[in-house]
T-cell receptor, first 114, second 111 residues
């Protein structure tokens, strides 16, 4: 089983619809992240959470919101989807601080907004 | 503003050749520099990483060279193989365990 699981893997939605992407992890990590990947732009941080009560905006948080329901669950919502939010979305986790605390990624969710 | 600049955007190498990907950064607070490998349809996976107090790290055919004074680091893939064809991202860790990624390099190794 994957350590970081994202659902759904693929989603097509219409402009203006609300959509939620979900992430769950079995790694026991405190920190969770949502990234967006676009061709030529790499991975850009949307939101990150250090624990259930600590949520922070990343570089490109406008148009997105998140919820950390439990240590193992972190969901990303698009309140009113627009076509330029079409992208590949990744959830990631990491341990709390220290050296060697690299990020571990899920398989990604490909979102298309039409 | 891109915190980590990566080049080239794409790279084609013959089997057995050396693949070199370069990254540069400005923020001296970055304290950890991982490289990620991503295959189509998969999430990025850690390949190799280095701390800024080390100038080189080698793991098998993969080597990171790190130049702290120039704020540059690079990934060298020796004896490149078709199975190495993937997208590679450099990254840097900043305060609060935030990771900043380069724009990625698409590597194609021709048999």
């Amino acid at each position: 089983d994957a350590d970081v699981t994202q659902t759904p893997r693929n989603r097509i939605t219409k402009t203006g619809k609300r959509i939620m992407l979900e992430c769950s992890q079995t790694k026991g990590h405190d920190r969770m992240y949502w990234y967006r990947q676009d061709p030529g732009l790499g991975l850009r941080l949307i939101y990150y959470s250090f624990d259930v009560k600590d949520i922070n905006k990343g570089e490109i948080s406008d148009g997105y919101s998140v919820s950390r329901q439990a240590q193992a669950k972190f969901s990303l919502s698009l309140e009113s989807a627009i076509p330029n939010q079409t992208a590949l979305y990744f959830c990631a986790t990491s341990r709390n601080g220290g050296r060697g605390t690299e990020a571990f990624f899920g398989q990604g969710t490909r979102l298309t907004v039409v | 503003q891109q915190q980590v600049k990566q080049s080239p955007q794409s790279l084609i190498v013959q089997k057995g050749g050396i693949s070199i990907i370069n990254c540069a950064y400005e923020n001296t607070a970055f304290d950890y520099f991982p490289w990620y490998q991503q295959f189509p349809g998969k999430g990025p996976a850690l390949l190799i990483a280095i701390r800024p107090d080390v100038s080189e790290k080698k793991e098998g055919r993969f080597t990171i060279s790190f130049n702290k004074s120039a704020k540059q680091f690079s990934l060298h893939i020796m004896d490149s193989q078709p199975g190495d064809s993937a997208t590679y991202f450099c990254a840097a860790r900043g305060t609060g365990n935030q990771f900043y990624f380069g724009t990625g390099t698409s590597l194609t190794v021709i048999p």
